[in-house]
């Protein structure tokens, strides 16, 4: 079976500072997808990036970025110039490329960008 | 575009009482469709998931059951409620090349009292 990890329970940066989430997992697959959820006070999941894992190339999405380390089994979220609306819940995420499409969900992290 | 919508946004409801939470989505056909349940603090942890109608798969034993009788409606229930049934449950749905990718909808918070 596959587990997601998230280690840090909490994070507090100042905005526009850049922050990392931290993300480890456990699988013997080879291909799957990786995913960072974001969920805001609302608590509307809401997909903030993915990855495939055949793919070398961290994926990018303007002010999120992954750092995808597959042979440490590690998916980092690094956001740019954060903002006050990014405070928010943030959910690893795992998903095998066969079988059903099932979401494998990390503990989460509470991230707050302070003024 | 595709919409998802869960009702009711809030319930509370006493222990053995009855379940029937609704999950619809709007915009696409033959969606994969999703149950997860969040408890206060936790991930996410899928309970049922359905490719079709009438056709639905079970994650985890547990108090509740879950129902697709129409392609693009997916129902949640229990018969008597227990305590350990409180959380926050999310609905979400996927599509054919792009079914990794799922979305999900605004969440109904249940407490059992």
């Known amino acids: 079976a596959q587990t997601v990890t998230q280690s840090q329970p909490e994070m507090s940066v100042q905005e526009a500072e850049t922050v990392t989430l931290s993300c480890t997992y456990d699988?013997?697959?080879?291909?799957?997808?990786l995913f960072w959820y974001k969920q805001p006070p609302s608590r509307q999941m809401i997909l903030v990036i993915r990855q495939e894992a055949y793919k070398q190339q961290n994926a990018t999405e303007n002010r999120f970025s992954v750092n995808f380390q597959k042979a440490a089994k590690s998916f980092s979220l690094k956001i740019s110039d954060s903002q006050l609306g990014d405070t928010a819940m943030y959910f690893c995420?795992?998903?095998?490329?066969?079988?059903?499409?099932?979401?494998?969900f990390g503990q989460g992290t509470r991230l707050t960008i302070n003024p | 575009s595709q919409t998802i919508h869960q009702w009711p946004a809030t319930l509370v409801q006493p222990v053995g009482s009855p379940l029937s939470l609704e999950c619809t989505v709007e915009?696409?056909?033959?969606?994969?469709l999703y149950w997860y349940r969040q408890a206060a603090g936790r991930g996410l942890q899928l309970l049922f998931y359905s490719v079709g109608i009438g056709q639905i798969s079970s994650e985890v034993p547990q108090n509740l059951s879950a129902s697709r009788p129409q392609d693009r409606q997916f129902i949640l229930s229990s018969k008597k409620l227990l305590l350990s049934d409180s959380g926050f449950y999310l609905c979400?749905?996927?599509?054919?090349?792009?079914?990794?990718?799922?979305?999900f909808g605004p969440g109904t918070r249940l407490t059992v009292t």
């Open positions: 995420a795992f998903m095998k490329l066969q079988g059903a499409q099932k979401l494998v």
């Open positions: 915009g696409t056909s033959n969606p994969n």
């Open positions: 979400a749905w996927s599509w054919g090349e792009w079914a990794y990718e799922q979305y």
């Open positions: 699988t013997s697959e080879s291909n799957y997808y």
